[in-house]
């Protein structure tokens, strides 16, 4: 059996705690424990971190490469960045392209993609109301044929996570799916908070960027935002970049976020992410970069231009968050809520994945199965 020892770091956080002067031990990939150390070598080691909204990256979008050499440079990109684990996310398209995603998707986990845990498919089965940057003439209600594409799919893409809004599933749709092993998510809806707790009461479980292209809380009409935040078995992903949502209401949602679910990060990066595009496209439409947003021509938001270490530095930064608790929602957090048990934390028995940081929370290397991967690593 392959042993082996990270660095000795001054901290370790394992998911949960903090461990002093510790290094983490592993064998065939797999976290054995961590272990008290004589000397600290490094500043801190972490768990990888866990992003369950990615579009693309290092300038692939994975509706124009929907393909495993599509994914498997998006994986690349995103893990230069400290993201061992992701969902590939297919914004909504047409049907043809959705099926094409499953079976790249299909093709890349049977070939053991490194970091890909499965797929997100964000629409197009949402509220044009509510669209943002999807191509409404491409938004369209779920049908069977819809439905079974998805439940077939289920075992061959590792996690399947699709967000869809109520206006354009049933009730008995959602729980068809979540029956058949699809996790749900909420988003891109106008809905009210009675609709949304419908919703969630038949297995949706998520909802996807927190305020972003959903009804808002209002004093009388909670909407999904108040619904999501009460509903003690959903987690909400929130993008925190500081454009898409203000530091105040990040604040708010994350007192107000009623357990045992959480609020965790996604970085809802499009292929500009670990690239130098000022540039790209998505359905035949161009996306602009700069000052930190992407936009379309309209000016409206179109993905983000984050990565998840940058995100957790702005809850350490902006939010004033303690630092176990951010890395908490950029690891075991959406770990947890996608139901994804050997990443986001180094626990006995789980993925020997992990970041080297430094006291600036710059990344400066990154483990994945016990192994130090590539030669740099972007800070």
Known sequence: MRTGISPVARRVFDGWNWHETAAVSFADGKVTGVIPGKAAEVELIVPGLVDLQVNGGG??????????????????AHRALGTTSILATLITDTAEKTSQALAACAAAHAAG????????????????????????????????????????????????????????AT????????AGGVQVSLGHSDCSAETAARY???????????????SQMGHRAPGLVGAALDAG??????????????????????????????????????????????????????????????????????????????????????????????????TLYPAKAAGLPE?????????????VLDRDLALQGVWIGGSPWGDEVAA
Not at 59 to 76: H, M, R
Not at 127 to 139: F, I, M, N, Q, S
Not at 171 to 178: G, H, P, S
């Open 59 to 76: 300038g692939v979008q994975f509706n124009d490469t929907t393909s495993a050499a599509g994914l498997a440079a998006i994986c690349a």
């Open 113 to 168: 993609q490194l970091g890909l845990e499965g797929l997100h498919l964000e629409g197009p089965h949402l509220d044009p109301r509510r669209k943002g940057t999807h191509a409404e003439d491409l938004v369209r209600p779920m049908e069977e044929a819809d439905l079974q594409r998805i439940l077939a799919a289920k075992g061959s893409c590792g996690h399947l996570l699709v967000t869809l809004a109520p206006e354009a």
């Open 171 to 178: 009730v008995e749709q959602v729980a068809r799916l979540v």
């Open 200 to 214: 969630f009461a038949a297995g949706a479980s998520m909802a996807t960027h927190l305020f972003n292209a959903m």
């Open 233 to 330: 078995a959903v987690s909400c992903g929130l993008i925190a970049d500081g454009h898409h949502v203000s530091d105040l209401a990040m604040r708010v949602a994350l007192r107000g976020k009623r357990g045992p679910g959480h609020v965790f990060l996604v970085s809802d990066a499009m292929a500009a992410t670990g690239s130098d595009l000022t540039e790209i496209t998505l359905n035949g439409r161009t996306i602009y970069r700069a000052g930190g947003r992407l936009t379309l021509a309209d000016g409206t938001l179109a993905g983000a231009d984050i990565s998840m270490l940058e995100a957790l530095r702005n809850c350490v930064a902006a939010l004033e968050l303690p630092l176990d608790e951010a890395l908490r929602m950029a």
């Open 343 to 355: 990443v986001g934390r180094l626990a006995e028995g789980g993925r020997a994945d992990f970041l």
